[in-house]
């Protein structure tokens, strides 16, 4: 079965600290899409990331940047030079390429940025 | 460019009550879910949609009803309200091209508590 885990319930970095949010997955399929997304106070949910099984490159946009592992089952995010506006739950999620389409959700990790 | 509109935002119901839920997205999706999001507990799956007049359920379906008469819409319905059921309810959209860029497109999330 799929699963998606973020063992990091909270964290709190000061500002310009650099930190990584972490994600384990599970899934039996071979092809499958791993996201990110970010929830700020203000409640809306916010893309940031897909990655497909098939590509290991790690990413990086700006302060933000991705790791993925196949061989961990990992894909990590690091925010270099945190900001109190990165405050906010970041969610992992985890989609199977077996037709139904759902997108599976970790608990999320809840980012403290302290100016 | 209104993307998903969830409507109300806030609503509070007394056990027992029946309330729909509104969901309508304008980017011609075929993929509609339904979410619930409880602190510390992330999104759980209620019911999807993979195109007008087929729906199904997902992790956590029980006290809920849905229906997808037309692409645009995928209304949740709460018919006997319980206090288990005070949630923040997410209605997502996606394309289902999982095969080139498919992601969920969030609406702006209805707070609901039965009191």
């Known amino acids: 079965a799929q699963k998606v885990t973020q063992a990091q319930t909270e964290i709190s970095v000061v500002e310009k600290e650099d930190v990584t949010l972490d994600c384990v997955y599970e899934t039996r399929d071979t092809t499958y899409y791993l996201f990110w997304y970010k929830q700020p106070p203000s409640g809306e949910l916010v893309f940031l990331i897909r990655?497909?099984?098939?590509?290991?490159q790690n990413e990086i946009s700006g302060r933000y940047s991705w790791n993925f592992q196949k061989s961990t089952s990992s894909f990590n995010f690091t925010i270099t030079a945190s900001q109190v506006v990165d405050s906010a739950v970041y969610f992992c999620?985890?989609?199977?390429?077996?037709?139904?389409?759902?997108?599976?959700f970790g608990t999320g990790t809840r980012l403290k940025v302290l100016a | 460019n209104a993307g998903v509109t969830q409507t109300p935002k806030f609503r509070i119901l007394k056990i027992g009550q029946s309330m729909t839920l509104q969901c309508a997205q304008d980017m011609n999706h075929n993929y509609m879910y339904w979410y619930r999001q409880d602190p510390g507990m992330g999104l759980k799956l209620i019911y999807y949609s993979v195109g007008a007049g087929i729906t199904d359920k997902g992790e956590v379906p029980n006290g809920y009803n849905v229906s997808r008469s037309t692409t645009e819409d995928f209304p949740l319905r709460l018919e006997l309200a319980a206090p288990s059921q005070t949630s923040v309810y997410f209605c997502?959209?996606?394309?289902?091209?999982?095969?080139?860029?498919?992601?969920?497109?969030f609406g702006s999330g209805t707070q609901l508590s039965v009191l």
């Open positions: 999620a985890l989609s199977e390429a077996r037709g139904t389409y759902k997108y599976i």
């Open positions: 997502a959209s996606s394309d289902g091209q999982q095969a080139t860029n498919e992601k969920l497109f």
């Open positions: 990655r497909n099984s098939f590509d290991e």
